[in-house]
């Protein structure tokens, strides 16, 4: 089952701080974060195991809680450069990893 | 080192057509992925491989096929072209050493494909 994120969408201002959220029925090996700007593919941000770990580089962090199947990704003093959709993706048992359903971030000047 | 490459870029089919979207990587990936992505939507995953010889169904599989008779290819066949088929679709691959858990994906640039 595919999971679900939320917001569905945010616009921020250059400088300010976001978080999308992430939430599995099932039970999850690991979670993962991508970003797909318009017309490309998407490309690989982190990945977050078992163990309710945080992650993070520059200024994009994550936080996993296995326990409630659900997982966070921060950005904060978000850069134009952050624009794009991120995508979830959530990995069982079976090795298929299965991607949410998106949350279009827009950074304005 | 190329990645992962997907040919062709685009492709215009007519109802009931059939083909076959190239997808070939030189990273040594072991798992491959193929999803599709409609516009303004998500990826949705159509078939997957853990090894040559080994294919398993997604969440999306249906009017699709997939072989893999190498490591380095993994063709996904329409048969019988829809409209419903009209999309953008991803190959991915990923190294792992086994168990779920661990599996960086690095896609191709897209194939995107009309259904008319």
């Known amino acids: 089952q595919q999971p679900v994120q939320s917001p569905q969408a945010v616009i921020l201002r250059e400088g300010e701080d976001a978080v999308i959220n992430c939430s599995s029925s099932k039970a999850l090996y690991s979670v993962h974060w991508y970003r797909q700007k318009h017309g490309e593919a998407p490309v690989f941000l982190m990945i977050l195991l078992k163990g309710g770990e945080q992650k993070g580089h520059d200024k994009i962090s994550a936080s996993f809680n296995e326990k409630k199947q659900q997982s966070s990704l921060y950005l904060t003093a978000s850069q134009l450069s952050y624009s794009g959709t991120y995508f979830c993706g959530t990995e069982s048992a079976t090795n298929k990893l299965i991607f949410g359903t998106g949350t279009l971030l827009a950074v304005q000047p | 080192n190329a990645g992962v490459t997907q040919t062709p870029k685009f492709r215009i089919l007519k109802i009931g057509q059939s083909m076959t979207l190239q997808c070939t990587q030189d990273?040594?990936?072991?798992?491959m992925y193929w999803y599709r992505q409609d516009p303004g939507m998500g990826l949705k995953l159509i078939y997957y491989?853990?090894?040559?010889?080994?294919?398993d169904k997604g969440e999306v599989p249906n009017g699709y096929n997939v072989s893999r008779s190498t490591t380095e290819d993994f063709p996904l066949r329409l048969e019988l072209a829809a409209p419903s088929q009209t999309s953008v679709y991803f190959c991915?691959?990923?190294?792992?050493?086994?168990?779920?858990?661990?599996?960086?994906?690095?896609f191709g640039a897209g194939s995107r494909l009309t259904v008319l």
């Open positions: 491989s853990v090894g040559a010889g080994i294919t």
């Open positions: 991915a691959g990923s190294r792992t050493s086994g168990g779920a858990g661990a599996n960086v994906l690095t």
């Open positions: 990273m040594n990936h072991n798992y």
